[in-house]
């Protein structure tokens, strides 16, 4: 079936990076594109940013810019997301999601992952 | 930057219809979506280009996007749908999110 795994729980120190991977099964990884969104503990939903596999444009939120990278591996239908200059408050789960929208993002989000817990901790 | 606003919570008695709103400037210009997502589980798409039900999501779940306001209406609402629910939509080049409405059915 189509589904999105997501890697496994991270804790990590303030100033350290953590890479998040996302791999897609049951359909055409290069044919969706892949958003990732955040949700701080008893928060809502933030969107991250978007990668087309199928062109590795991307397109990252304003407030992310310069500290997040998102990256495809078609090979292998599996996206990263890394995350760098850690703080507190990016603790959070942090999703991936097909995303309709594969020349730009956002048209909507058809199947999320099971989410990846980031703690970020000193 | 854009903004979606929700309202916090919303009660319905079972049985009833359940209607969240989704407030923005001209959003009726935009498509609206709109996801479910219980306790500790991941959002599930309920509602997708204002109005359609991907499969799998019961009848019951509707949407309408008019003027500067979107609805997702849950009619003969069950314990069940008891969650908290987002509206999302594209603008001004980023993924914009609603704050969210809880939604008790009781």
């Known amino acids: 079936q189509v589904q999105l795994v997501q890697s496994g729980a991270e804790v990590k120190k303030p100033g350290a990076s953590v890479r998040v991977s996302c791999k897609a099964s049951g359909y055409i990884f290069n044919s969706f594109g892949v958003s990732w969104v955040r949700q701080a503990p008893g928060q809502g939903l933030e969107w991250m940013g978007w990668?087309?596999?199928?062109?590795?444009?991307?397109n990252y939120a304003q407030r992310f810019q310069g500290r997040v990278t998102m990256t495809t591996d078609t090979s292998t239908s599996t996206a990263y997301m890394e995350l760098r200059s850690l703080r507190s408050d990016d603790t959070a789960v942090y999703y991936c999601a097909r995303d309709m929208g594969l020349v730009v993002p956002g048209d909507w989000f058809d199947i999320w992952g099971q989410g990846t817990r980031v703690t970020v901790s000193s | 930057s854009y903004e979606l606003t929700q309202p916090p919570s919303v009660s319905v008695s079972p049985g009833q219809t359940a209607s969240i709103t989704c407030s923005g400037d001209?959003?009726?210009?935009?498509?609206i979506c709109w996801y479910q997502q219980k306790p500790g589980q991941s959002p599930v798409l309920v509602i997708y280009?204002?109005?359609k039900r991907p499969s799998g999501v019961p009848e019951r779940f509707s949407g309408s996007n008019s003027g500067n306001t979107a609805t997702l209406s849950i009619s003969g609402s069950q314990a069940v749908d008891e969650a908290d629910y987002y509206c999302q939509a594209w603008a001004t080049s980023t993924v914009v999110f609603g704050g969210g409405t809880k939604l008790t059915v009781l």
């Open positions: 990668i087309s596999p199928y062109s590795g444009n991307t």
């Open positions: 280009q204002d109005d």
């Open positions: 001209k959003l009726a210009e935009k498509l």
